[in-house]
């Protein structure tokens, strides 16, 4: 651990310089045990602060920014009444000048000095800040070294971003609590900021000379929201070639085909990687991020053909990360744009321990129902539930060798034949590739291929970046209400329009 910085030298270093303006009041006069006044006065004495908690407003890079920052130095960072209320003000505060707001905590916990009353105050606090998300305001949140008890059990997790201070102490029960109350120490290495990266709950660590970097990079694609789009020039659909599909589908298994990486790296106007569901699971199967393409920013998730391997297939971790950013977008009232590229879903005893049926169910749920427009991606294999649990959307585009199937034509094929020299046969009659799926109205638009991404891999991720923004700069001018009802009818008449 680096030295720790006080609250006001941590805003001094995030904020521009002298931007800083304190909405604080003194606390109202309170009769408390004699004990603890003296804590008090100790605590102000020492830190020069009147409370263990900081609010007010600056600038970041010339943006107008909400500030919640904790200090440790008083009283451990401990949130009482006082407290409470002052972070309550500050983020309602916030929410009426409608401010994206950066929390800082660094705290023990509830303060013990004041009991239950000062614990029930996380409950006041995480409904303002609930409040203030939906309210689609971005609640960013950094946190530091140690954050536990209730201040991480509050607002110190309700972040749609979260970062921590490298090798900060974070978790529930500090580990000096625990070893009182169980006569042995906490394992070692569990409550730290780098294990809890790796187990998706924090999406990064970061130093604090790195924060207002992440935090502009946020609000440069958040900010985007409130922005006219540039006009993007009308791109006429090219007819493509009429490539067989089995064709198609070896095309797509090339190992240097351009996965999402490529696609953000050539697209992308700017990109905040998020990481893990931010409940306890990361699964490389799946990229996250906050992106532009253009002026329309969005909400990305992106299947990540290099993240999947035989050894480690997409799981069930993989599309609750996904079911975050659904929520993200509906949030932050972006866009949401999904990236197909499977071989398939983990098919494994984990995998059914960890409901992945379920989660399959609970995607396609999410998609239909979801208060933000979406768009999806057919950018490689479409292979099973897994691909088709990223696919409803409002507006869906194929890469011209993209496909979608029930099941990898091989399978299909030993299926019905009880054996996979069919699979070619099996890939022709099921309808599986772009054109056939442009024919049955489950794709919109399809991106050429010249004549194969693998062969072209920068110039067709520039070329399907210009089709996204296109797509996403119409659907952002949508009613999200309407854009809902087109949207389950039109996975409601698919099935009528192949009878017709």
Partial sequence: MTTRLTATELIDLVLDDGSFASWDVPPPPRAVPAPYAAELAAARQRTGLDEAVITGEGLLHGRRVAVLACEFGFLAGSIGVDAADRLVHGVERATRERLPLLAAPVSGGTRMQEGTVAFVQMITISAAITEHKAAGLPYLVYLRHPTTGGVMASWGSLGHVTVAEPGALIGFLGPRVYEALYGRPFPPGVQTSENLHAHGLIDAVVPPEEIAGIVARALTVLDARDRDDAPVAARADETVADVDAWESILRSRRADRPGVRRLLRYAATDVLPLNGTGQGEADPGLLIALARFG?????????????????????????????????LA????????????????????????????????????????????????????????????????????????????????????????????YAADLARSQGVRSLDLLAAGIVDRIVPERPDAADEPQAFCERLGDFLRQELTVLRKRDHTQLRRLRTARYGSLGARQSV
């Fill in 330 to 421: 509906a949030d932050l009232g972006v866009p949401l744009v999904s990236v197909i590229d499977t071989p398939g879903a983990a098919l494994s005893v984990e995998a059914e321990e960890g409901g992945l049926a379920g989660e399959i169910a609970r995607c396609l749920a999410d998609l239909v129902s979801v208060d933000a427009p979406t768009l999806t991606v057919l950018l490689g294999q479409g292979t099973g539930g897994g691909a088709l649990a990223l696919l409803p959307a409002d507006r869906v585009i194929a890469a011209q060798h993209g496909w979608l199937s029930p099941l990898p034509p091989e399978g299909a094929s030993a299926i019905i034949h009880r054996s996979t020299h």
């Fill in 295 to 327: 002026g329309a920013p969005c909400v990305f998730l992106g299947q990540d053909r290099r993240g999947q391997t035989e050894e480690r297939p997409m799981g069930p971790g993989a599309l609750r990360e996904a079911r975050r950013g659904m929520r």
